[in-house]
C-alpha cells in the first residue's frame, strides 16, 4: 500500500492532494494542440452549432440534435489526441436513469462523460454558462440546466425540469466540485448532485476520471495526447431516503467512493 493511500482520509468533505505525475512531452508540442483544440471547437460552433441551432430551434422532435453533440465532443476529443477507457459501465441497468457524479479536473471530463457513459446525457452546468448567447441557447436545447439554489423560485423550476428529462429517459452528469480543481487535487463536493439525484429519485453513480489533468491540466496551457481514464462505481440508490436526514451521508459516501479510487492509481 502506498504511503498516500495510508494518510488518505475519508469521511470528511474537505480537499485531497494526491500525488501527481509529470508528462516528459514538450511543453512547446502540447501548447500548439492547446490551441489547436480550440481552434477546432470555435470551427465547430461557427459553422456547424449555430446553423444546427437555427434549424432545431424550429422543431419539435431534436433526436438528431444529440447525435450532433455526440460527433461535435468526439471529434472534440480526438484533436486533443485523447483516447477513452471506460470501466465499469456492466454495472449499470441499461432501463435505468442514473444521476452521475463526478470529479472534475479537465475540460476533457465533460464530453468524455457526454459521450462515453452509455446513456443519454444532459448535464449540470454553471448558470454562468446559460448566459453566453450561442452556448447558452445550445445547452437549454441539449438538456444542459443550472440549478441556482440562491434563487429558490428558479432552483424549483430547475429540478421541475430534471424530473421531466429524467422521466423521458434521460441520466444527468455532475461534476461535484464545482469547478476544475487543479491538478491532483479533489475538492470538496457541493450538495447540488445529491439534491438532484433524491429530488429526482434515481440511483447516484460515482463516476472517477483520471490522466485528464495530465493531458490538459487546469491553468497548464498544454493538451497532451494520451489516454483518459473513465471508471464507472457502483451505484448507491437514494429509494425511500430524503434529503433532511439522508444528503450528506450519501454526498460522503459518494465522494470517498470517488476518493479511495483516486488513491488506487
Given amino acids: 500500500m502506498s504511503e498516500h493511500?495510508?494518510?488518505?482520509?475519508?469521511?470528511?468533505?474537505?480537499k485531497l492532494v494526491?500525488?501527481?505525475?509529470?508528462?516528459?512531452k514538450s511543453r512547446f508540442y502540447g501548447k500548439l494542440r492547446y490551441w489547436?483544440?480550440?481552434?477546432?471547437?470555435?470551427?465547430?460552433?461557427?459553422?456547424?452549432?449555430?446553423?444546427?441551432?437555427?434549424?432545431?430551434?424550429?422543431?419539435?422532435k431534436r433526436d438528431n440534435f444529440f447525435a450532433w453533440c455526440d460527433w461535435g465532443a468526439r471529434v472534440w476529443l480526438k484533436a486533443c489526441g485523447a483516447s477513452v477507457e471506460?470501466?465499469?459501465?456492466?454495472?449499470?441497468?441499461?432501463?435505468?436513469?442514473?444521476?452521475?457524479?463526478?470529479?472534475?479536473?479537465?475540460?476533457?471530463d465533460t464530453a468524455t462523460l457526454y459521450v462515453f457513459a452509455g446513456k443519454r446525457m444532459g448535464l449540470v452546468a454553471k448558470?454562468?454558462?446559460?448566459?453566453?448567447?450561442?452556448?447558452?441557447?445550445?445547452?437549454?436545447?441539449?438538456?444542459?440546466?443550472?440549478?441556482?439554489?440562491?434563487?429558490?423560485?428558479?432552483?424549483?423550476?430547475s429540478i421541475e425540469k430534471a424530473r421531466r428529462i429524467v422521466s423521458n429517459g434521460y441520466s444527468f452528469g455532475v461534476f461535484a466540485e464545482g469547478t476544475r480543481a487543479m491538478p491532483g487535487e479533489l475538492l470538496p463536493f457541493k450538495k447540488g448532485a445529491v439534491h438532484l439525484a433524491l429530488q429526482t429519485n434515481v440511483p447516484i453513480v460515482p463516476v472517477v476520471f483520471k490522466n485528464t489533468d495530465l493531458l490538459m491540466g487546469k491553468k497548464t496551457g498544454v493538451a497532451f495526447p494520451g489516454t483518459i481514464e473513465m471508471v464507472m462505481l457502483?451505484?448507491?440508490?437514494?429509494?425511500?431516503?430524503?434529503?433532511k436526514e439522508h444528503l450528506m451521508p450519501l454526498l460522503i459516501e459518494t465522494r470517498d467512493a470517488v476518493a479511495a479510487e483516486l488513491a488506487s492509481m
Fill in 234 to 243: 457502483p451505484p448507491i440508490s437514494t429509494e425511500g431516503k430524503n434529503a
Fill in 36 to 60: 489547436w483544440a480550440w481552434g477546432v471547437v470555435g470551427t465547430i460552433v461557427l459553422f456547424i452549432a449555430t446553423p444546427l441551432l437555427i434549424y432545431y430551434r424550429f422543431r419539435k
Fill in 18 to 24: 494526491f500525488p501527481l505525475k509529470e508528462s516528459n
Fill in 5 to 14: 493511500k495510508q494518510n488518505l482520509v475519508l469521511g470528511e468533505n474537505k
Fill in 86 to 108: 471506460v470501466t465499469g459501465r456492466e454495472l449499470l441497468d441499461e432501463n435505468q436513469s442514473y444521476i452521475f457524479v463526478s470529479n472534475h479536473r479537465s475540460y476533457l
Fill in 127 to 157: 448558470k454562468e454558462l446559460l448566459k453566453i448567447p450561442i452556448f447558452g441557447y445550445g445547452m437549454a436545447i441539449a438538456n444542459v440546466i443550472a440549478i441556482d439554489r440562491t434563487n429558490r423560485e428558479k432552483a424549483r423550476e
